[in-house]
């Protein structure tokens, strides 16, 4: 059964297949479904939908939200964890209060999260913050504005500023590492990876096989592996390598 809300309604508990909301719309608990799409103002506890949510007006769920995959154009705020089996991806904003979960996380505009970030890969071209870690196996994060984060782990790890210019000089290593060309990144506790190309990070320590440290970077100890590469215009307390 679908159900459309253009004015303003309840929707009680139940399950659904797809719920559309362009008006104004309250969700019961224990509301289930195949799709939602809000252009309007939706609100709720706990959502389980099976499918996809596409959010291009507002909502605002104070319990879980579990999804196949997560589209914001608008406004999302989840109080507690927010989970998709394949993608989410933001083009406006995003407010997790718990553990943002996801194959993959797609971020063009803004996201928060109180917990830790849990992917396969992690995309971001617009601003993301996260208290916990942010985990994944490829981490590229290109920035405009400050951005603060717990910690960060993964495999691939590679953090720029974006550029207005069309020619910019990087170190060898560095651009073999960033594929592309203001402020700056905090990561409180560490970077850890693999492969890892920094720019405009501070942090007090990055651990990897193959380091890349470039300008406007602020860290204390650096450890590697195999090989580092230290821009001029950063500052590194120490680099330590670490033998297998």
Not at 107 to 116: C, N, P
Not at 226 to 242: L, M, N, W
């Amino acid at each position: 059964m679908d159900m459309n809300i253009s004015g303003s309604g309840q929707i009680v508990a139940g399950e659904y297949d797809t719920i559309r909301i362009s008006g104004s719309g309250q969700l019961a608990a224990a509301v289930k479904c195949n799709s939602l799409h809000v252009s309007g103002a939706a609100s709720g506890s706990e959502l389980v939908c099976v499918n996809d949510i596409h959010v291009s007006g507002s909502s605002h769920f104070s319990g879980k939200v579990t999804a196949g995959s997560i589209a914001v154009s608008g406004g999302f705020t989840g109080n507690g964890d927010v989970v998709a089996r394949e993608r989410i991806s933001v083009s406006g904003s995003i407010r997790c209060g718990g553990t943002m979960k996801s194959k993959l996380v797609s971020i063009s505009g803004k996201g928060s999260v109180t917990g830790d970030v849990e992917t396969e890969t992690v995309k971001v071209k617009g601003k993301l913050d996260c208290a916990g870690l942010l985990n994944a196996e490829e981490i590229e994060i290109e920035f405009k504005e400050g951005m603060e984060i717990g910690s960060i782990g993964g495999s691939k790890i590679v953090i720029y500023k974006r550029s207005e210019e069309k020619k910019r000089f990087r170190l060898p290593l560095f651009s073999s590492l960033v594929k592309a060309a203001d402020g700056t990144v905090r990561v409180k506790t560490s970077v850890e990876g693999d492969d890892i190309a920094l720019e405009g990070v501070i942090t007090p320590r990055v651990s990897g096989r193959v380091v890349a440290i470039g300008a406007g970077c602020e860290i204390d100890l650096v450890q590697y592996s195999e090989k580092v590469e230290i821009s001029p215009e950063a500052k590194v307390g120490r680099t330590e390598q670490i033998r297998n």
